[in-house]
C-alpha cells in the first residue's frame, strides 16, 4: 500500500493474480448484529427450531454476511481504503453454520485502465470447500 494511511493500493501498483484474504469465525452475536442492522429476520438464521425443520437442519448465517467479508477485503486490504465498488456477481454454494470460520479471499483478474477498473475473482470458503463464488468490479483511484 502507499505510505498514505487513509488510501490502500493506487490501480498503478495493482497486477493479475495479486491477492488478499479476510477470515472470521462467524458467532451468534454475528448473526444477530447482522440480522438488526439488515432487517432480514429469516427464522432459519435465528430460531432453531424453525431451522432444525429446513434442509439445513439447524440455523445458517445470512448469505449476505459471508458476501460482506468480501467487501471487507476490498475496504480494507485489496485495493483497500479509497476504492468502490461498481458490481459484484454472487452464488451462493453452501451454507455457513455458527462456528464455521470463513475465509475471503479476492484475486485481481483484469485491469482497464482507460476507466481505472479492477476485476477480481472473490470466493468465501469454509475450509477447502467454496461456500460463496462471484465477481466484483471495482473503481480504484490513481496516483495523479
Known amino acids: 500500500m502507499s505510505g498514505e494511511s487513509l488510501n490502500g493500493f493506487y490501480f498503478e501498483e495493482l497486477f493479475v493474480g495479486q491477492t ?10 454475528d448473526i ?7 432487517g432480514d429476520t ?26 460482506s467479508f468480501i467487501s471487507t477485503v476490498f475496504g480494507t ?18 451454507p455457513v453454520k455458527i462456528g464455521d470460520t470463513v475465509m475471503a479471499r479476492v484475486e485481481v483478474t483484469a485491469l482497464a485502465p482507460e476507466k481505472k477498473f479492477a476485476t477480481f475473482k472473490t470466493q468465501c470458503l469454509v475450509g477447502d470447500k467454496v461456500v460463496l463464488d462471484g465477481e466484483a468490479t471495482l473503481m480504484v483511484p490513481a496516483k495523479g
Open 42 to 67: 429469516n427464522p432459519v438464521h435465528l430460531n432453531e427450531e424453525y431451522a432444525k425443520g429446513t434442509m439445513f437442519k439447524g440455523r445458517i448465517a445470512h448469505g449476505m454476511l459471508s458476501a
Open 20 to 29: 488478499a484474504v479476510f477470515g472470521k469465525t462467524v458467532t451468534e452475536a
Open 77 to 94: 486490504k485489496l485495493p483497500g481504503p479509497g476504492c468502490i465498488y461498481v458490481s459484484q456477481s454472487l452464488k451462493f454454494k453452501a
Open 32 to 38: 444477530a448484529a447482522f440480522a438488526g442492522v439488515s
